[in-house]
């Protein structure tokens, strides 16, 4: 069944009287498995809808009639019939590389393709059903992430230790015949399925002409956490200017026989190996910015569209503002945090490593509000404290469940912010007031 989450005020669904509670056991007589189910069923005019009422626990049935307008029915869920778990037991798995006592979401491995078509999430393809398989074909589901890591069939088995595995480019043949287009993934390890493999890969991919929207290319990441598991490297600089090289020349070529290029590298390799971050052209729409591919260049574009406006102006604050950032946020805005760092005494970037979870992981989204409150420097926390938007998910929590006002309740700063973008921070910087400040 599906729970109604809410309902729109004056909608179909208000008018004849459904509610934020209530659970739809079909439309049309059809059992709804997802909300793309809902969505194909909307596309009628008329919608008779069984249900039962939140009220009475009693089975009730209306009827909205769809008059150029949606239902007004808002769900809890995107999937009715339960989530669709990985099969897959990758070596590389950031899941089972958590520290103990983990919430339940992040130590969740789904592998659904309803998330993938309606959420952008990366599938494996491994877990489909047969009549799952020729439901995308029929209904169109496209795009799709898809997460390959490497094409040779014997090794992206290994990778993923998963027999089924090894049929990924029949799979993406498949879809492709069926006008289903992607948006593909590469986890690279050095040494495993960088190098030549890579080069296979891309090669294979780029076959597939037309239907790939776009190549993600992320270097693998290690936390601390990996007693029992595979020993594995990270990417160093010399590694990562390998994979840039191999990559670099795959774009040069799609480039000259396409018109465009659509592989993309993960903004870390860049950093990593000290070379420029790649200007805006070349990122097109930005396909995979999720992925961490191209915020770096968006921010520092981003940060020269406005630096005009605040080069000249006076600083209207005199608080002290501590600013978080990553060990990577660090490397990745390194002049911006330079001239702000030099604006003032008053203020002061806070570079703060990852404990929480240790290993190579450096970027900012990761850091868990143990890091923040271990790393600050113990002279005195007072003034204005601006923490990264990033690190807090959908319900405000950072990894290890800390919301910003358990921020206020553990610091002793005067405000604490969250920031999303380089604009946000310097209107507190210069104008000590923003929307930011006030969340939570």
Same mark, same amino acid.
């Given at each position: 069944?599906?729970?109604?989450?809410?309902?729109?005020?004056?909608?179909?669904?208000?008018?004849?009287?459904?509610?934020?509670?209530?659970?739809?056991?079909?439309?049309?007589?059809?059992? &709804?498995?997802?909300?793309?189910?809902?969505?194909?069923?909307?596309?009628?005019?008329?919608?008779?809808?069984?249900?039962?009422?939140?009220?009475?626990?009693?089975?009730?049935n209306v009827c909205l009639t769809l008059e150029n307008e949606d239902s007004g029915i808002g769900f809890s869920e995107i999937v009715?019939?339960?989530?669709?778990?990985?099969?897959?037991?990758?070596?590389?798995?950031?899941?089972?590389?958590?520290?103990?006592?983990?919430?339940?979401?992040?130590?969740?491995?789904?592998?659904?393709?309803?998330?993938?078509f309606l959420q952008g999430s990366f599938i494996t393809l491994t877990n489909l059903k047969d009549y799952e398989f020729e439901r995308?074909?029929?209904?169109?589901?496209?795009?799709?992430?898809?997460?390959?890591?490497?094409?040779?069939?014997?090794?992206?088995?290994?990778?993923?230790?998963?027999?089924?595995?090894?049929?990924?480019?029949?799979?993406?043949?498949?879809?492709?015949?069926?006008?289903?287009?992607?948006?593909?993934?590469?986890?690279?390890?050095?040494?495993?399925?960088?190098?030549?493999?890579?080069?296979?890969?891309?090669?294979?991919?780029?076959?597939?002409?037309?239907?790939?929207?776009?190549?993600?290319?992320?270097?693998?990441?290690?936390?601390?956490?990996?007693?029992?598991?595979?020993?594995?490297?990270?990417?160093?600089?010399?590694?990562?200017?390998?994979?840039?090289?191999?990559?670099?020349?795959?774009?040069?070529?799609?480039?000259?026989?396409?018109?465009?290029?659509?592989?993309?590298?993960?903004?870390?390799?860049?950093?990593?190996?000290?070379?420029?971050?790649?200007?805006?052209?070349?990122?097109?729409?930005?396909?995979?910015?999720?992925?961490?591919?191209?915020?770096?260049?968006?921010?520092?574009?981003?940060?020269?569209?406005?630096?005009?406006?605040?080069?000249?102006?006076?600083?209207?604050?005199?608080?002290?503002?501590?600013?978080?950032?990553?060990?990577?946020?660090?490397?990745?805005?390194?002049?911006?945090?330079?001239?702000?760092?030099?604006?003032?005494?008053?203020?002061?970037?806070?570079?703060?490593?990852?404990?929480?979870?240790?290993?190579?992981?450096?970027?900012?989204?990761?850091?868990?509000?143990?890091?923040?409150?271990?790393?600050?420097?113990?002279?005195?926390?007072?003034?204005?404290?601006?923490?990264?938007?990033?690190?807090?998910?959908?319900?405000?929590?950072? &990894?290890?469940?800390?919301?910003?006002?358990?921020?206020?309740?553990? &610091?002793?700063?005067?405000?604490?912010?969250?920031?999303?973008?380089?604009?946000?921070?310097?209107?507190?910087?210069?104008?000590?007031?923003?929307?930011?400040?006030?969340?939570?």
């Amino acid at each position: 069944m599906a729970e109604i989450a809410y309902i729109r005020p004056d909608s179909p669904a208000d008018k004849a009287g459904l509610k934020a509670g209530d659970d739809i056991i079909s439309i049309n007589s059809e059992e &709804l498995r997802d909300y793309i189910d809902y969505l194909f069923l909307s596309l009628n005019e008329e919608l008779r809808i069984k249900y039962i009422d939140s009220d009475d626990d009693k089975i009730k049935n209306v009827c909205l009639t769809l008059e150029n307008e949606d239902s007004g029915i808002g769900f809890s869920e995107i999937v009715f019939d339960g989530l669709k778990n990985c099969k897959n037991k990758c070596i590389f798995c950031f899941v089972d590389q958590q520290p103990s006592g983990s919430r339940e979401t992040l130590v969740k491995k789904d592998d659904d393709y309803r998330f993938s078509f309606l959420q952008g999430s990366f599938i494996t393809l491994t877990n489909l059903k047969d009549y799952e398989f020729e439901r995308i074909k029929r209904e169109k589901l496209s795009p799709l992430y898809v997460s390959v890591h490497a094409t040779n069939p014997e090794l992206r088995e290994e990778l993923m230790c998963n027999p089924r595995a090894g049929r990924i480019m029949e799979d993406l043949r498949e879809l492709s015949e069926a006008g289903i287009h992607f948006h593909l993934q590469l986890v690279l390890i050095p040494g495993i399925n960088d190098g030549k493999e890579l080069e296979r890969s891309l090669k294979d991919l780029t076959g597939l002409a037309e239907n790939v929207e776009s190549i993600g290319i992320v270097p693998v990441g290690l936390t601390g956490h990996r007693d029992n598991l595979p020993d594995l490297n990270s990417y160093d600089k010399e590694s990562a200017e390998e994979v840039i090289n191999i990559t670099g020349k795959w774009q040069k070529k799609l480039i000259e026989q396409e018109g465009y290029n659509y592989i993309y590298l993960s903004d870390e390799f860049y950093l990593i190996s000290d070379k420029n971050i790649p200007e805006k052209d070349h990122y097109n729409e930005f396909p995979q910015l999720e992925n961490g591919i191209g915020m770096t260049r968006l921010e520092l574009d981003n940060y020269k569209e406005i630096k005009d406006i605040y080069d000249n102006r006076d600083l209207e604050i005199n608080e002290e503002i501590t600013i978080i950032t990553s060990e990577l946020g660090w490397l990745a805005l390194k002049s911006f945090w330079k001239e702000i760092n030099s604006l003032s005494e008053n203020i002061k970037v806070e570079v703060i490593k990852n404990k929480y979870l240790g290993g190579g992981v450096t970027v900012t989204g990761l850091l868990a509000a143990e890091d923040i409150f271990y790393g600050l420097s113990d002279d005195g926390n007072s003034g204005i404290l601006i923490l990264p938007d990033i690190i807090f998910n959908d319900n405000g929590l950072t &990894l290890d469940d800390y919301g910003i006002k358990d921020f206020k309740n553990t &610091l002793d700063y005067d405000r604490i912010c969250k920031a999303s973008e380089i604009k946000e921070i310097l209107e507190v910087i210069f104008d000590g007031t923003t929307d930011c400040c006030n969340s939570g």
